[in-house]
């Protein structure tokens, strides 16, 4: 496996994708698409849950693969990344045209959008260029009929000589059709047949010239044609990536040089500079698209989407789109802290109650003291503080968080921010980003893929640990409650809480803006780049979907993921809890070698030590605060925030205590997820060390200023 490294220092490593079939006989089939036309909807109800995913060779970009039968063949469908071209501008497209080139597909599947057709075409012309066996899926009829657009399915599969399916994939209208003709173009010996496009007189003589050569030397592994369009265009990556496939570099053939000199001469003499040829070839699919849609697309009434342009015009607008922001914001934490207090305290009590049940029955089993302290007290009681702390609000905020997905509603955050981002010489697409570390952090930095600069990847990655995950919310809301919210309750309370919490996090986002400006201006200078953001329609989210599907993709995932670092966190937590060291144990020793420095900071040795055992799992930093100040061996439950306010109070906490612990727990190191997921997205040690270094020197700068503000003027 070859390594290669880009301008930014990321490696990425170079193999072929492993198609998973089940027989040797299977069908491979491609899927292809523009975002937002329900692509990954067909494809999760053709492949129902035989499905898998992982990372495409050499990029950062996910795939996801799976497995369905028809007519008992079975048929491996390979979901490639939503783009818009196959002229490769992206990791998205390079990924998606290399796949449909030389990935081994039998057939490649356009999934498009009868509500935009035409933009739609563009990518349906372009692979089938390539790909003599394609399908095309219309998708979305039921919102089409709604907006009362018709598509004339069989006059489109005429003009096209390939077969056109119309689908409501939600509903699973057409599906059966679908795998009728998917089944049949992948059987199908792939057939010469005239030009897809017609271009410009001079492209098609540079053409006629070139075509028949390459179809003599190269024969037809690739479309003569389409290797002669791409052959004229010189993009190198495509032609290394064809010359791998072949065995030999068609460019390099003595013959086919030879011509494309000649060719590039006559070009030349007539006025044409290899820009103005790109743009021919460019404008020859968009008119061919035109073309097409205007012969079969039908729009009844011309005003179809007036309603999602009135909306449009209410959220991306520079005085209503920031409050509204803000608001839907408020809402989520208002939502996620009133709804995961009830089960959080009875996941709490009986999983605490589970633990003393199994302490019970261990010490029948005549287990010794240590062992039921590591197991129980150590292991199990962290993992019960981390289940009973994280997923009650997982399971309320992941639902939201994907119903404003389905709703349409990311992208237009992403616009409103883009701006701002963009200011700060970083892409708008970090905003979407931005929102995912939410969530968690770790799915934060996965979800940088979408950036398609490798230099704007590495701010976005760098500084998604500036938005508090959802491992550091209740340490938020819980300082919040106590020390700047009664802690009697109620509506008032609440809603005060949520405010002050949106608060930190805007803050957290103005330091996002302030370290990506930095970043971009020194370690990471470049201009930034452009990006095409597709506002899609509103659609009506499907409320059952969502919930399971965040709750198997999302929450259970984060949640075992935290829980596999948080088991062997409390073994060490535990040791250094009991092992004694003199006249103090262990964690009595490192806190008070901490403290000195940690007053500087507004804080404790305690605290700044449970941010640094924390490092597995933030959601373990209040419990070992609790342990040490209790000077207990083993962690305790405390839900009760007036007793754990008292404990805090007697141990020295102030209000510029709770100022800076929070500002801490917002900005310091991520958590070990985290780091090991930039390490694996980067493939660098170096961009991992200064994913760590950015938000911690942030962190204590700005609680070094709050402690020592508070001193001079308190």
């Keep these: 496996m070859g390594l290669s490294k880009d301008s930014t220092g990321i490696k990425a490593a170079s193999t072929e994708l492993v198609i998973k079939k089940v027989n040797e006989t299977d069908h491979v089939i491609a899927l292809a698409g523009n975002p937002n036309v329900g692509k990954s909807t067909v494809f999760n109800e053709l492949t129902g849950l035989h499905q898998h995913t992982g990372n495409w060779p050499g990029k950062t970009v996910t795939n996801a693969q799976g497995y369905c039968t028809y007519r008992n063949r079975g048929y491996v469908l390979v979901d490639l990344p939503g783009c818009y071209s196959l002229m490769a501008h992206s990791a998205e497209e390079e990924v998606a045209r290399d796949f449909i080139c ?63 399916v119309g689908t409501a994939a ?40 070139l075509t028949p050569l390459v179809n003599k030397i190269c024969g037809d592994a690739v479309d003569p044609r389409w290797l002669s369009l791409k052959l004229l265009e010189r993009e190198e990556n495509l ?17 086919i040089s030879e011509a494309l000199c000649q060719v590039w001469e006559e070009l030349a003499k007539a006025g044409w500079t290899p820009e103005e040829l790109k743009d021919d070839l460019v404008s020859g699919v968009v008119q061919q698209a035109e073309r097409l849609a205007r012969a079969v697309v039908t729009v009844e009434h011309e005003g179809y989407n007036a309603r999602d342009k009135r909306i449009d015009r209410i959220l991306t607008s520079k005085l209503t789109g920031f409050p509204i922001m803000f608001l839907v914001l408020l809402v989520i934490f208002w939502l996620t802290i009133t709804g995961a207090n009830y089960p959080s305290e009875l996941l709490s009590g009986g999983l605490f109650w589970l633990g003393d049940r199994f302490r019970e029955l261990l010490l029948l089993c005549s287990a010794p003291e240590w062992l039921v302290g590591v197991v129980v007290d150590g292991v199990y009681r962290t993992l019960a503080w981390v289940v009973s702390v994280m997923l009650p609000p997982m399971a309320i905020f992941f639902p939201l968080f994907t119903l404003l997905e389905d709703l349409g509603y990311l992208p237009r955050v992403a616009f409103n921010l883009d701006k701002c981002f ?10 979407l980003t931005t929102c995912m570390g939410f969530g968690c952090n770790a799915a934060g930095v996965i979800g940088c893929r979408i950036i398609d600069s490798p230099r704007e990847r590495l701010i976005a990655m760098i500084t998604n640990s500036f938005v508090p995950c959802n491992g550091r919310f209740p340490t938020l809301i819980a300082i919040i409650t106590m020390f700047f919210v009664s802690t009697a309750g109620g509506f008032g309370a609440s809603v005060l809480s949520s405010m002050l919490l949106v608060a930190v996090i805007v803050f957290g986002v103005l330091m996002t803006f302030a370290v990506s400006k930095l970043l971009s201006k020194t370690i990471l200078k470049g201009i930034p780049s452009s990006f095409t953001l597709e506002l899609p329609p509103y659609r009506t989210p499907q409320v059952g979907k969502v919930i399971v599907r965040s709750i198997f993709d999302r929450t259970l995932f984060v949640l075992g993921r935290a829980a596999s670092v948080a ?50 799992a933030n959601e373990i930093v209040v419990p070992i605060i609790i342990m040490a100040y209790m000077a207990q061996g083993s962690l305790v439950e405390m839900t009760d925030l007036n007793a754990l306010k008292t404990l805090l109070v007697e141990n020295g906490w102030t209000w510029v205590t709770a100022i800076c612990t929070m500002l801490f727990s917002l900005m310091h190191w991520p958590c070990s997820t ?15 060390v200064v ?23 308190l």
């Excluded at 998917?182 to 540079?206: D, F």
């Excluded at 791998?244 to 068609?250: A, E, I, N, T, V």
């Excluded at 963009?422 to 905003?431: L, S, V």
Aim: hydrophobic share 45%; glycine share 8%; aromatic share 6%.
């Design 102 to 164: 030389f990935g081994g597909a039998d057939a490649a599947v356009v999934v498009c959008d009868a509500t935009c057709l035409e933009r739609n075409l563009n990518l349906v012309l372009q692979t089938m260029e390539i790909t003599r066996n394609t399908v095309v899926c219309v998708n979305l009829l039921d919102e089409a009929k709604k907006k009362r657009i018709k598509v004339d399915l069989e006059k489109l599969s005429q003009l096209l000589g390939v077969p056109v």
């Design 170 to 209: 939600r509903s699973r209208k057409g599906l059966d059709k679908l795998l009728q003709a998917m089944s049949s173009a992948a059987g199908k010996e792939s057939l010469p047949r005239s030009p897809v496009v017609t271009y410009s007189e001079k492209t098609e003589q540079a053409l006629g010239r």
């Design 239 to 255: 032609l290394v990536s064809i010359g791998k496939y072949l065995g030999f570099s068609p460019q390099e053939n003595p013959e």
């Design 422 to 431: 963009q200011k700060c010489g970083a892409c708008g697409k970090q905003a």
């Design 567 to 616: 088991a062997p966190a409390g073994l060490i937590i535990w040791i250094m809890a009991n092992v004694q060291l003199g006249d103090a144990t262990l964690l009595a020793h490192c806190s008070g070698f901490l403290d000195p420095f940690a007053k500087l900071l507004g804080l404790d040795g305690v605290i700044l030590l449970a941010f640094i055992l924390g490092l597995p």
């Design 674 to 688: 985290t780091c090991m997921t930039i390490k694996k997205e980067t493939q660098s040690l170096k961009w991992t």
């Design 691 to 713: 994913a760590f270094l950015a938000p911690t020197l942030a962190g204590l700068v700005v609680c070094f200023l709050v402690a020592s503000l508070s001193k001079l003027f």
